[in-house]
């Protein structure tokens, strides 16, 4: 039996939400007849149940802050994404970096790359100027992203407007978030509404046209309602000819405590981007084009853009229930509308003649996925050891529409010719859909179901295992009417077991060694599943075997250090069979060796630090569709080193420095072009300092001066492939203010 709201839990509700948390406490056992009827839910709950009867557990209470999962500074203590429950992050048997809500404000880091670009191992390639596209421990993926551990696998650049932190999972990460996640995911933390009034608003200028404004207003409706609402608009030019971006967002958020053991959370985004596409600069001879410095656009600028539309509603509910097991159900529905389109440098500048090639197309997505997933989790003594248990059950749903036209300079030309020295062209290109386009409608449907198993054998010991069964089913229909398999129906489904198992020894309460091994798949039709043909049919899914060791410590409670040695194989790549090449082998391999050191935290009480030092050797070891046995895969420097530090000098002033290393990588695969033999790019490694100045008036304003690439190097950080390369940016000054009401 519930207890009854009494005065005396009325004001301990207010009281807690002045104080800014939000307890669910568990302060009573149930009786028996009623233990019994609920142990027919699961075998957890009946385990967790009669653990208490015993007095064998004491459920720590379940505190929801601002801070959310206890994020201090540069620090984040724990973590509920990685395992599903609370977890400090040293009890992890894996290498986890959070960039957190104040080192996005100290960095005025406005999306993903921005806000990772000083975690060790990640690398963001330049996904043709219109999605977020990222290399982890040598593993390309354009939808290994997610939102509140929900998927968001579209294609699109994500702002940070709304995020209270950015989490970034090293690995395979499968028995938690299904398919793919081979080299890592990325999972956005969401601000949620909370019962302390607070409203800032932030204004901020700078070089290139750069103007952003966001508001963030959060209030107590009630004792028991809380509402927040987050918003954004941003219109930037940029230090690259001819290129703009307008982005904008709301995202209103609700909160509801009806009790003392529950809470429920509703939201709703809209989010709009539109800027230009701009793929950069080619090759010549092997290196980036240098001549065209750093704000040569090649192609046309005014008829290359991507835009996209998203709207998401979520709702979560949480509840704490009389036996000691927390059940949490979230549900996310989005819709993805998107357009892109290309006039884009589709060769290297010839050494000869000095031209290059300029292709066009365009491309419609639109994509709407329907999530749920249901999560039960307690914990449960037996004899000497405890187990904190997790159930769930994950249902999604995906349709995705696709079109892709082909631009056409003349009745049969799909190309034209610049010189580079001139490359913008004001041809005009009409836009027809090929026999060889794709043009499709995908539905993929999942069903997983997952238990884990968090073990303490001793206060020294504790062991991580779990495993994830996934049903994943594609269906894809070809539309394109001009295409020989036009209205072709095909289907295919793969059940996937994914597990993971890892150890954590502590011999010191701040110390902490690890062992884990992990397995993800990725089914053969890619991260997008955007295509599937009749070849492909049989194909087993691709495997990702990750087996990781390292160490955490905690030199002081406010800094934490992480040292992960890795090794990743991808196997069951694809080749065709030289003997009939309508038949694909799988038998390509591709394998990442690596170290990784991270640094989150405090020196001192003034001094912060985030960053560290990332080792790689990414290789092909067995032929595949792409590349001989032998090849270096792109975009993985064997060497980076990144560190942001804050110094704050005194109540009132503060500087920030960060420095940025990173060697030598290829921006492709080799590739031949025409009869030229077969080249590779080199991106030249390079070293980059930014910097940051911080005033505080009062605790209601606040500014900064943000400084990206100090001293002006000139160097090209990421690319797309051998002839998209982006030039990285001259010396840029943003500043900004703060006011809190």
Request: proline share 5%; charged share 20%.
């Amino acid at each position: 039996m519930s207890p009854k709201r009494t005065r005396t839990g009325a004001e301990a509700r207010k009281n807690r939400r002045r104080s800014g948390a939000a307890p669910i406490g568990i302060t009573k056992n149930p009786g028996r007849g009623k233990q019994a009827a609920l142990c027919l839910v699961s075998v957890l709950a009946c385990g967790s149940a009669a653990a208490q009867e015993a007095g064998q557990v004491t459920l720590p209470q379940v505190t929801v802050d601002t801070t959310q999962n206890g994020a201090q500074s540069y620090l984040a203590k724990r973590t509920l994404t990685a395992t599903k429950t609370n977890t400090p992050i040293i009890d992890i048997p894996q290498s986890i970096d959070v960039v957190t809500q104040e080192q996005i404000q100290d960095r005025a880091a406005e999306g993903l790359a921005e806000a990772l670009r000083y975690v060790p191992g990640v690398i963001f390639a330049q996904g043709e100027s219109n999605r977020d596209a990222t290399v982890i421990r040598g593993q390309a993926s354009t939808a290994d992203f997610f939102i509140d551990g929900v998927r968001d696998d579209a294609q699109y650049f994500r702002d940070l407007y709304n995020i209270q932190r950015v989490e970034v999972l090293k690995g395979p990460n499968a028995m938690i978030f299904g398919r793919g996640g081979g080299g890592g995911v990325i999972n956005r933390v969401t601000k949620e509404a909370h019962f302390s009034p607070l409203t800032q608003i932030y204004g901020q200028l700078g070089s290139f046209g750069n103007r952003r404004v966001t508001v963030d207003t959060n209030q107590p409706l009630s004792d028991d309602v809380a509402g927040r609402f987050l918003g954004l608009f941003e219109n930037s030019g940029s230090y690259r000819d001819g290129v703009k971006l307008e982005r904008y967002g709301v995202n209103p958020t609700l909160t509801f405590r009806p009790d003392d053991k529950t809470k429920i959370r509703v939201g709703y985004e809209f989010f709009h981007d539109s800027r230009t596409a701009d793929r950069g600069i080619p090759s010549l001879l092997g290196n980036p084009f240098f001549a065209a410095g750093r704000g040569r656009f090649f192609g046309n600028p005014y008829d290359s853009n991507a835009r996209v539309d998203v709207q998401a509603g979520q709702v979560l509910y949480e509840r704490d229930t009389e036996l000691g097991i927390k059940i949490r159900n979230f549900t996310r529905a989005a819709n993805y509308d998107k357009f892109y389109q290309n006039v884009f440098a589709n060769g290297r500048v010839s050494p000869e003649t000095g031209l290059v090639r300029i292709d066009a197309y365009n491309n419609t997505t639109n994509r709407t996925n329907l999530f749920n997933q249901l999560d039960l989790t307690g914990s449960v003594n037996t004899g000497p050891f405890v187990h904190r248990l997790l159930l769930g059950s994950e249902f999604g749903y995906q349709d995705t529409f696709n079109l892709r036209r082909t631009g056409f300079f003349s009745a049969a030309a799909t190309s034209t010719l610049v010189q580079s020295a001139f490359p913008i062209t004001f041809m005009p290109i009409s836009y027809v859909t090929r026999a060889q386009d794709a043009h499709s409608n995908t539905v993929a449907r999942v069903w997983s179901v997952y238990a884990q198993d968090q073990l303490e054998l001793s206060p020294n010991v504790q062991i991580v295992a779990g495993v994830r069964y996934d049903n994943f089913n594609v269906g894809f229909r070809n539309l394109n009417t001009l295409n020989a398999n036009y209205n072709q129906a095909l289907r295919q489904v793969n059940n996937l077991v994914s597990p993971r198992a890892g150890m954590i020894v502590k011999p010191l309460e701040n110390l902490s060694f690890y062992g884990n091994y992990s397995v993800s798949y990725l089914p053969a039709t890619g991260d997008q599943f955007t295509s599937l043909a009749v070849n492909q049919l049989a194909l087993q899914p691709e495997q990702f075997t990750n087996y990781e060791g390292g160490v955490k410590w905690e030199p002081t409670p406010d800094l934490l250090v992480t040292l992960a040695f890795y090794q990743l194989d991808r196997t069951n790549t694809t080749l065709p069979n030289p003997a009939n090449t309508a038949q694909l082998l799988q038998t390509g391999a591709q394998r990442s060796r690596g170290a990784e050191l991270s640094i989150a935290g405090n020196l001192t009480e003034a001094w912060q630090v985030f960053g560290g030092y990332a080792y790689q050797d990414v290789r092909i070891t067995s032929d595949t569709a792409a590349a001989r046995a032998g090849t270096i895969v792109p975009l993985t420097p064997n060497h980076v080193f990144s560190l942001w530090n804050k110094y704050q000098i005194d109540p009132v002033w503060g500087v920030g420095l960060g420095a940025i290393y990173q060697s030598y990588s290829f921006a492709g695969l080799p590739e031949a072009q025409g009869n030229l033999p077969a080249y590779t790019v080199t991106l030249p490694g390079f070293f980059r300092l930014d910097g940051a100045v911080y005033w505080r008036w009062n605790d209601n304003l606040r500014a900064q001066v943000n400084i990206e690439n100090l001293t002006n190097t000139k160097y090209y950080p990421t690319a797309h492939n051998n002839n998209n390369i982006t030039p990285g940016s001259p010396i840029a000054v943003r500043a900004g203010v703060t006011a809190t009401f």
